[in-house]
């Protein structure tokens, strides 16, 4: 029974529960039948409508797509740079400035200047990409930094050439730190896709547009927005459980 409680299915399903009842109390302390802050039951049958339109699956495609695509930008260019600072230890240190500034940015802020520069339907893209290229870049280098320096060594006595040992013994070793940081990451990037597109003002296909489309609907009924908050959280616990599942696949390889 003990071994039952404190298992982690149970802790989690305990903690959703809670998460539920939290719900329940704060929506009926605002009154019965309040669209402001909508009960679970309220914004249970509310997905179901939006799950039976193609128009939200529409938005979700959409917003995907955008978070793939500065997501795929943001992992090319981390993987050049985390290469060649995880290759050469002084790159690391002049990077360092430049990766303080992107982590340290405000996010939203930045959506404004790429408002100007490259208009509202890329605006979440370059967001995006923002956001997720020093979480990778620092996957990179975290991973070219564990590579045991008693291996390399090894492979210059025995005469390897650099390139040869970055294909055989660096890439190789390196690749659970960027299977993580990717899926670690990815869930966050698509979180901040939503942010984006509700604050670049964006009405076309996309989560966060549709937020802002039932927002204008209806500006004293919340249930669809809290509806299409549940979509995009669904869809954020499922890259949370990949993650996990990957860390728990990456320790049993090691």
Do not use: H
Not at 7 to 13: D, E, H, K
Not at 134 to 151: D, H, K, M, S, T
Not at 166 to 184: D, E, N, Q, T
Not at 228 to 239: N, P, Q, R, S, Y
Request: hydrophobic share 55%.
């Amino acid at each position: 029974m003990k071994r039952f409680i404190t298992s982690n299915s149970f802790v989690y399903t305990a903690g959703l529960a809670l998460v539920f009842l939290l719900w329940l109390f704060i929506s009926l302390s605002q009154g019965p039948g309040n669209l402001i802050f909508p009960s679970p039951i309220d914004t249970f049958r509310v997905t179901g409508e939006l799950l039976s339109s193609s128009y939200i699956y529409q938005c979700l495609g959409m917003t995907l797509l955008r978070t793939l695509e500065g997501f795929a930008i943001a992992f090319a260019l981390a993987l050049l740079l985390g290469s060649f600072a995880g290759e050469f230890p002084y790159l690391q240190r002049f990077f360092k400035p430049l990766i303080l500034v992107f982590k340290s940015a405000p996010t939203a802020a930045f959506v404004f200047l790429f408002l100007m520069l490259s208009g509202t339907s890329r605006a979440p893209i370059w967001i995006v990409g923002l956001l997720a290229f020093p979480i990778l870049y620092e996957a990179v280098v975290a991973g070219y930094n564990a590579v045991p320096r008693q291996l390399v060594y090894a492979s210059r006595v025995d005469g390897a050439s650099r390139l040869k040992r970055l294909v055989r013994i660096k890439i190789p070793l390196s690749i659970p730190y960027f299977v993580l940081g990717v899926v670690s990451s990815f869930a966050l990037s698509f979180k901040t896709s939503i942010m984006a597109e509700i604050v670049a003002g964006m009405t076309s296909p996309g989560l966060g547009g549709a937020i802002r489309v039932y927002r204008n609907l209806d500006p004293s009924d919340l249930t669809p927005v809290f509806a299409i908050a549940l979509i995009a959280i669904v869809i954020v616990l499922l890259f949370d459980l990949l993650a996990y599942w990957t860390k728990k696949a990456l320790r049993v390889a090691r």
